[in-house]
């Protein structure tokens, strides 16, 4: 009894499977044929192709820079005494060495020293300037022969200069806050580069001299040229 229900069931089914393969046969057949020639692309988004990254050219890299070029003090040493008036025009050299954390980032240390010539009101001020202390360093490209770059750095600074209105030395001392610097390197060879710079530097004096004023912010203006040995180079 069963095999019989089992066939009423399959000659039931029969008919309406025919009925859907010739309405498939029928959508398939109405389809307009390619022409000859046309190629049909079929509308579906590609790949996108896997980019791989710059080598990296920094990381565990020692970079060993100097750097010449004219010096500008502004502001005030204190509030009794503008930088222009015993200060003039200086010639300012800086050496850094740094090492490469990452393909982006340098970090290491920096040394200023400038003499700078008569200022505003004196005939032989004979200034002379340094600092010293951190920096960190953003290169802003990768992998190539023009690397451009940032710097941010603090310091701590000394200046003196001789006052011939007081027949005196000058001496401050203090905290160089904010040393910001712009450059970029062109490496000639795989472990020379050179390239220009500029900076700005902002700097307070705790230790001033007997009778100065109040502390004041001074500016300190600088570009020129640097040179960078790297090792072991690009």
């Known amino acids: 009894m069963n095999r019989a229900m089992l066939l009423s069931a399959g000659a039931l089914l029969l008919p309406t499977l025919a009925l859907a393969e010739t309405a498939a046969s029928g959508a398939t057949a109405g389809l307009d044929p390619v022409p000859p020639g046309v190629h049909v692309i079929k509308d579906e988004e590609a790949p996108t192709p896997l980019v791989p990254r710059a080598k990296d050219l920094l990381s565990s890299h020692l970079l060993v820079g100097a750097s010449m070029g004219p010096v500008w003090s502004l502001g005030r040493l204190d509030s009794n005494t503008t930088a222009l008036r015993g200060l003039g025009t200086g010639l300012g050299f800086q050496g850094d060495i740094g090492f490469g954390l990452s393909r982006s980032v340098s970090v290491g240390a920096f040394g200023t020293y400038a003499s700078f010539s008569d200022g505003n009101d004196c005939t032989d001020c004979s200034g002379r300037a340094f600092a010293v202390g951190p920096f960190v360093r953003y290169h802003l490209s990768q992998g190539l022969r023009f690397d451009p770059w940032l710097t941010a750095g603090v310091a701590y600074r000394q200046l003196s200069f001789l006052d011939d209105t007081r027949a ?34 902002l700097s307070s004096y705790s230790t001033r001299p007997t009778g100065a004023g109040e502390a004041r912010v001074n500016t300190e203006l600088s570009a020129g040229l640097r040179l960078l040995l790297d090792l072991p180079g690009r």
């Open 168 to 201: 005196a030395k000058q001496k401050y001392a203090g905290i160089e806050w904010l040393r910001l610097e712009l450059g970029a390197d062109y490496y000639v060879f795989s472990g020379f580069g050179i390239g220009p710079y500029g900076a700005i530097a």
